[in-house]
């Protein structure tokens, strides 16, 4: 158990975000702190964060989704999607590797085929950069789709 709650981030909370997104390895790219919403310890620690990032006019995704290492396993990940899920607008896109297929399926999330993707996520997914780093961990790259 562990005690937080969650709110939109500060902009004092920016670097935070940033160190947070940096820890966990995931897209360090588009985090600006005005769309994020945070877990926060009655301390004021950042544990866990999320935000709805834009693409364009058309395209919102759900993503920066990260847990600090310490505070794993404990559902804040799951607060934290619920709570971005809450009232957003659809459809919403993800892309996650493909262990996370079945945690993000929980949410109503489903795989898309390449044909079915939007140009932009289509593109990102047949980039060959990540494509080889994936497929030397046994991944792939999903992109997802709620309706
Ligand atoms: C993925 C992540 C956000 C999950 O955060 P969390 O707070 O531990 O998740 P929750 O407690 O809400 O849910 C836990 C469940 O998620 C699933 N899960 C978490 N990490 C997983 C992984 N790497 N592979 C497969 N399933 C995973 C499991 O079903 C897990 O259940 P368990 O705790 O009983 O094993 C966290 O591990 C993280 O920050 N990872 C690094 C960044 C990342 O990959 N972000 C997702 C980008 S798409």
Redo the contacts with the bound molecule.
């Keep these: 158990m562990v005690e937080y709650s969650l709110r939109p981030a500060l902009e004092v909370e920016s670097d935070v975000i940033r160190d947070l997104i940096h820890l966990?390895?995931?897209n360090p790219t588009g985090l600006d702190w005005r769309r994020f919403l945070v877990a926060v310890t009655p301390q004021g620690q950042v544990i866990?964060c999320g935000q709805l990032k834009p693409h364009g006019r058309d395209l919102l995704e759900l993503a920066s989704?990260?847990?600090h290492p310490e505070?794993?396993?404990?559902?804040?990940?799951?607060?934290v999607i619920e709570r971005l899920l809450d009232g957003s607008p659809r459809p919403l896109y993800?892309?996650?590797?493909s262990?996370?297929g079945?945690?993000y399926e929980r949410f109503g999330f489903y795989a898309l085929k390449p044909d079915e993707m939007p140009r932009y996520f289509r593109r990102l997914s047949q980039l060959a950069g990540l494509v080889f780093t994936l497929a030397k961990r046994g991944e792939t790259l999903l992109v997802m789709k709620l309706q």
């Design positions: 966990v390895g995931i866990a989704i990260a847990v505070y794993r396993s404990l559902g804040l990940a799951r607060a993800l892309t996650c590797v262990s996370l079945p945690f």
